[in-house]
């Protein structure tokens, strides 16, 4: 049985049993064994999406991670891909690291639009540090109604 916190966000249940770690430890050495650390938290980009009446917004965290290090692509006409790469930080051999919370490496997401999405009017834009991909929406028709009249 392994108690492991897995990650320095705040978890309320990440001390209670798990009973997948067995699973886990087989397929993804800890990252003490792991000399790479290119697939750390970063791979997992935390991604919001809301829609409001005119739009749907996807809002993601990408602190240190420049405008040419991220794409975001339409594909099979409406699936929204949001991928990137933050560089490692060069190191020198002669620098003792006491902790490494921070990471780099890929990372790829993918959503699929609903028919509303004008899929053709995308825009995007990083400002500090926060990646936010605008969809807009097609306007809903309303069924037009027509009166018949009643003979007899």
Do not use: C, Y
């Amino acid at each position: 049985m392994s108690l492991v916190r897995r990650s320095s966000v705040f978890d309320p249940f990440a001390d209670f049993w798990d009973p997948f770690d067995v699973f886990r430890a087989a397929v993804v050495p800890s990252a003490a064994a792991a000399p790479d650390r290119d697939t750390a938290a970063f791979a997992t980009a935390r991604i919001d999406w809301k829609e409001t009446p005119e739009a749907h917004v996807f809002k993601a965290d990408l602190p240190g991670v420049k405008k040419e290090e991220v794409k975001v692509e339409v594909e099979d006409g409406n699936v929204l891909v949001i991928s990137g790469e933050r560089s490692k930080e060069k190191e020198d051999k002669n620098d003792k690291w006491h902790r490494v919370e921070r990471s780099s490496g890929k990372f790829m997401r993918r959503f699929r639009l609903p028919e509303n999405a004008k899929v053709d009017q995308v825009k995007a834009g990083l400002e500090n540090g926060v990646l936010t991909v605008t969809v807009p929406k097609a306007e809903v028709k309303k069924p037009e109604v027509k009166s018949v009249e009643i003979s007899g």
